[in-house]
């Protein structure tokens, strides 16, 4: 079965950089899966920012973090990136990588299948 395993947060001053890793396995690279990343404070709703074909060139961001923030893969790897740049307190949250098999990139939790974890990353000002 698919899993996914996210690293690479941490606490950053505003203004600076984090790259997150997703770590997938139960795939094979002629298959195409949808990666997107999530994130979620306390309070808030769960939101979708960014998705990647792992087959496909297929890429959609959240107006929220386009410019700033930027989704890349690694397929031999089967590691799927996203490089935060600028960050800012309203940032900070947890942050989660999912994957579903069907066609089409999204960013509604709801439709995906396979999740990690989480990686928590703080920004302060």
Request: charged fraction near 20%; proline fraction near 2%; charge should be positive.
């Amino acid at each position: 079965q698919v899993q996914l395993v996210e690293s690479g947060g941490g606490s950053v001053q505003a203004g600076g950089s984090l790259r997150l890793s997703c770590a997938g396995s139960g795939y094979t690279y002629n298959t195409d899966y949808r990666v997107t990343w999530f994130r979620q404070a306390p309070g808030k709703e769960r939101e979708g920012i960014a998705c990647i074909s792992t087959k496909y060139v297929s890429i959609i961001y959240a107006d929220s973090v386009k410019g700033r923030f930027t989704i890349s893969q690694d397929k031999g790897k089967k590691e799927v990136y996203l490089q935060m740049n600028n960050l800012m307190p309203e940032d900070t949250a947890m942050y989660y990588c999912a994957a579903k098999s069907t066609t089409t990139c999204s960013l509604s939790p709801g439709v995906y299948r396979y999740w990690g974890q989480g990686t928590q990353v703080t920004v302060s000002s």
